[in-house]
């Protein structure tokens, strides 16, 4: 009976050491336990024994291949802290990605973008006929004449028509008036890409893509600018201060760096990075 106990304390304590030896060689470590904001995401770094891994954040999962036991990737930025947690096997790990700091709203910034880009196609006449407009009220119109109240719907009319017209003639370079959560391209028009991270209703960030070549053709680098601006505007940037500071860094730029120096303008910061094919704005807060 002895001899027998001896044997299952034997197999037990075998059948242990296996275990902890199998635990032993898996692994899932992250770099850091908090992650913080890096243009419209958090880049989570860490080590796994496994071939893959897989993560849920709060606006994005998705599943990264390790390589040479290290694995990367990145998580759309929020504007309230999110827990992201991670599996590797039976293993599993949560880390947090502090909240960053919205945009703007969404809608009320892609609106404003609309609208200017749909002025910009008009006349210059038609832009101060557009603007110059005030719609009337109830109580306005029943202060005037018939006849003012007739030139005052004529007018509502014409401005109602050119408005329409340039909204049609600028369809390619409008942004949705909706985009799920996350990041998500809002707009290719020409050369130009534009990327958005939303969060609900808040507007997390705008990224701008354009091939580095493109700057080299006249019409290319002036639709960038015109959109660099416009993006900027829609989320309280001042155009003038941005684009003068934008030109500025890029005489300054130096062949070998990838990145410049960030651009700031009523609390919106403009971060340009570049790769050896294409030029990256990340447009935030």
């Given amino acids: 009976m002895i001899s027998l106990m001896k044997k299952i304390l034997t197999a037990i304590s075998a059948l242990a050491l296996s ?13 850091k336990s908090t992650y913080h904001q890096s243009g419209m995401v958090a880049v989570i770094k860490g080590e796994a024994s496994s071939k893959h891994i897989h993560y849920r954040a709060a606006n994005q999962q998705g599943t990264k291949k390790v390589n040479s036991g290290t694995f990367a990737f990145s998580v759309p930025i929020t504007a309230s802290k999110q ?6 096997g039976d293993l599993k790990r949560t880390v947090t990605v502090t909240a960053a700091t919205p945009l703007a709203d969404y809608q009320q910034a892609a609106n404003k973008y609309n609208m200017a880009v749909a002025l910009s196609s008009l ?15 109830k109580a306005s119109l029943a202060t005037m004449t018939p006849a003012e109240q007739a030139s005052t719907m004529q007018a509502a009319a014409t401005v109602k028509a050119l408005m329409t017209k340039a909204t049609n003639a600028t369809k390619s370079q409008q942004l949705p008036s909706h985009v799920s959560d996350g990041v998500h391209q809002v707009m290719k028009h020409g050369v130009v890409r534009v990327r ?10 705008y990224t701008m893509i354009i091939p580095v070549k493109a700057m080299k053709n006249k019409a290319d680098a002036k639709q960038f600018g015109t959109t660099l601006a416009l993006l900027g505007t829609s989320a309280g940037a001042n155009a003038k201060t941005v684009m003068k500071k934008f030109a500025k860094e890029t005489k300054d730029q130096r062949d070998s760096q990838t990145t410049m120096k960030t651009i700031k303008s009523n609390g919106v910061k ?11 704005v990340y447009i935030t807060k």
């Avoid at 958005?196 to 960030?205: F, R, Y």
């Avoid at 403009?270 to 990256?280: A, C, L, P, R, W």
């Fill in 83 to 88: 827990r992201v947690r991670i599996t590797a």
């Fill in 270 to 280: 403009f971060n340009v990075g570049f790769s050896t094919s294409d030029i990256y």
């Fill in 19 to 31: 275990m902890v030896l199998v635990a032993c060689g898996n692994k899932l470590t992250t770099t």
């Fill in 123 to 137: 006349t210059t006449a038609q832009q101060k006929q557009v603007t110059s407009f005030k719609a009337p009220t």
């Fill in 196 to 205: 958005a991270n939303v969060d609900g209703k808040h507007l997390m960030g």
